[in-house]
């Protein structure tokens, strides 16, 4: 059983970083795509960035040069390093993984999912 857990949410000021962590279950090596999406109320879920078995990376274009995916495949984790946060970035966000490749072209949802943390970015 696939099991998400994120961790490193929190509130910080805009201009501001944070980093996410994920821990998977098993080795993230095994998951052919891994990813990070956002949502905040009344939205649907957006896809912020994914990185698949080989490294390569894909990021929305509102976080291109900002966020950084990365996966410790020893230590089963996946990682969103975000600087110059924004208020817009404020959203719950979430970690997905798939044994599917990752989409060439577009971010699309993944199919498992752990439960969320919060970022809050102030102005």
């Known amino acids: 059983q696939v099991q998400l857990v994120e961790s490193g949410g929190g509130s910080v000021q805009a201009g501001g970083s944070l980093r996410l962590s994920c821990a998977a279950s098993?080795?993230?090596?095994?998951?052919?795509?891994m990813g990070w999406f956002r949502q905040t109320p009344g939205k649907e879920r957006e896809g912020v960035a994914t990185i698949d078995r080989s490294g390569a990376t894909m990021y929305a274009d509102s976080v291109k040069g900002r966020f950084t995916i990365s996966k410790d495949n020893a230590k089963t984790t996946l990682y969103l390093q975000m600087n110059s946060l924004k208020p817009e970035d404020t959203a719950m966000y979430y970690c997905a993984a798939d044994w599917s490749s990752c989409n060439p072209v577009w971010i699309l949802p993944l199919a498992y999912w752990g439960q969320g943390t919060q970022v809050t970015v102030s102005s």
């Open positions: 098993g080795t993230t090596y095994s998951y052919n795509c």
